[in-house]
Nanobody, 115 residues
Framework: QVQVVESGGGLVQAGESLRLSCVAS????????MGWYRQVPGKQRDLVAR???????NYADSVKGRFTISRDNAKNTVYLQMNSLKPEDTGVYYC?????????WGQGTQVTVSS
């Protein structure tokens, strides 16, 4: 079994920064893709950013130039540095890790950006 735990959310003002962290633990035999998704009430969970084991990254157009995803393979950890936050970045941020041929979700961490 694999456990995924996010941390780092909170309430900030527009223009400020936050850093999210996600740690995967358990029976892990190599993590392929790690990613961050955002969900707001009544809408689907959308990709924010993801990174492969080799370091290739993808970002949603809305966060390009402001957010940076990175990972520490030795620690099974992925980070999301969020700068210049906007009210529309508000939502629950979920971490997903693809390991052992399936994806695992964390419980989510709330990010609220006030104007």
């Amino acid at each position: 079994q694999v456990q995924v735990v996010e941390s780092g959310g909170g309430l900030v003002q527009a223009g400020e920064s936050l850093r999210l962290s996600c740690v995967a633990s358990g029976s892990i035999f190599g993590i392929n893709v790690m990613g961050w998704y955002r969900q707001v009430p009544g809408k689907q969970r959308d990709l924010v950013a993801r990174i492969t084991s080799g370091g290739s990254t993808n970002y949603a157009d809305s966060v390009k130039g402001r957010f940076t995803i990175s990972r520490d393979n030795a620690k099974n950890t992925v980070y999301l540095q969020m700068n210049s936050l906007k009210p529309e970045d508000t939502g629950v941020y979920y971490c997903n890790v693809y390991v052992n041929l399936r994806g695992y979700w964390g419980q989510g961490t709330q990010v609220t950006v006030s104007s």
